[in-house]
C-alpha cells in the first residue's frame, strides 16, 4: 500500500479522464448504465461507490484517507475482534482499520477502469434534453435571483473572473465544484467532532427535564466561566488555522491579510461548526458537564444585546434546515466576507475564492432542489453574519483573542 495520497492535481486528472471515457462511451447510445455497488465491505451500509479498489461507503472512504497517516496511533481497547456495523462504526478505529486493508482497500487501486458486468443496470436512456431544459431553468432562476438580490460581501458575484474559469465548459466546472464540495465537507466534518461530546451531554440534560438555573454570580464563578468560555475560543483560533490551511485555495492568502480574515469570519464561524448545539431556541456548548452556555450564561459572558441578536441570527439558521454539505460551504464563504478589504494588501485572492465557492454553494444548492423562497430566506439569514461578528469582536475578550 501506498503511504501517501494522491495530490488534488492526480484526482482531477483522474477524474477528467473518467468523465471524457464515459462521455465517448455513452453519447451516442440508446440505453443508459446504473451501477449497483452493493453494500459496503467494510461497515456493511449502503455502497456508494468502488473507493480505493473496494465497494464502499463515503463514510469509510473518508475514514481509510484520514488514517494513511493517523492509523499508527489506533488502538483497540477490547480484543481487536470488534464488530464494524453503520451505527457502531466509529466505535474502535484500530478493528476498523484493520477492516479496511482486510478488505483490500489501498492507494495503489485507485484508477479509471472498467467497472464489473454485475455491477451495471442497462435501462432506456431518459430523455437528457428534458433534463437539461429543466436544469438550465433552475440555474437561471438561480441567476436571475443573484442578480436581482444584493449580497453584502458579494456572496454570488458574477464577475469576468467567474466567466472564463468557472463557466469554460459544463464538464471542467462540474468536476472542479465537486471538488470544492467533497473537501469543504470533509474538512467541516473534521472539524465539529469535538462538539459531539457536548451534543450527547445535552441530550442527557435535556432526556433528565433540565431547567435552567440562575446562575451564581460571585466574581470566582464568573471568572471560572470567562476562563472556560476563552479557552473554548482559543481552541476555536487553532481550528480556524487549520481550517484555512486544509479549505483548497486559502493556502495562497497573503500573510499580512491572514489575521484580518480570521478576525472577520471568527465567530460566525465558530457558531456553524456548533451549531446542532442551538437545541430548543437555546444554545448547549458545556461549559463543563453540568453547565451549558445558555441564554442567561451567554449574556453574563457577552452582553443581553448580544445574546439576544446572535440568538436570533442562529435561530432563523436552524429554521433553513441546511445539509452539512452546505453548511461547510458556507465557512470559505465566511472567511471571504471580509468587511474591510480596503486594508487587504492582496482583496482579489480572496475575491477569486469568493467565486469559486459560491459557485461551489449554488451547485449544492441546485443538487437540494432549493426554492425561490429558500433562497430569499437565505439572503436575509446571511446579510446579518457581519454584523453578529463585529458585535462579538467588539466585546473585550474578543479583543485579547486577536491581539
Known sequence: ???????????????????????????????????NFGKCRICKSEATGIHYGVSSCEGCKGFFKRSLTRHKNYVCRGNKDCSIFPKQRKKCKYCRWMACLKAGMSLS???????????KEVRPKIDTETLRICKNKFCLSLKNFAKSQRFDGQIFPNTPFAEKYLNCSNESQLIVLSLLRDKSYQIFKEHAKEFEEHEKLARKLIESDYKPRDIVRTSDRVFDLKRKNMNALLKHASSMFQIIHELPGFQRINKHDLPRILSDGFFVIFGLRAIKLFINDDYYFMLDESTPMNREVFALLTSEGVRDYAFDFYSKFKKLNLTDQE??????????????????????????LSEYYSKALLYEFSLNNRNDEFLENFRKVISCAPKVNKMCQELEYGKEVFC
Not at 465557512?331 to 477569486?352: D, H, V
Open 109 to 119: 487501486e485507485v484508477r479509471v477502469g472498467r467497472i464489473p458486468n454485475h455491477m
Open 327 to 352: 453548511y461547510a460551504l458556507l465557512i470559505p464563504i465566511f472567511l471571504t466576507m471580509s468587511t474591510s478589504s480596503s486594508k487587504l494588501e492582496s482583496p482579489e485572492i480572496l475575491k477569486e
Open 1 to 35: 500500500m501506498v503511504d501517501k495520497d494522491m495530490s488534488d492535481q492526480e484526482i482531477l486528472d483522474a477524474l477528467s479522464f473518467e468523465h471524457s471515457l464515459n462521455k465517448k462511451r455513452t453519447q451516442n447510445d440508446k440505453f443508459e448504465v446504473k451501477y
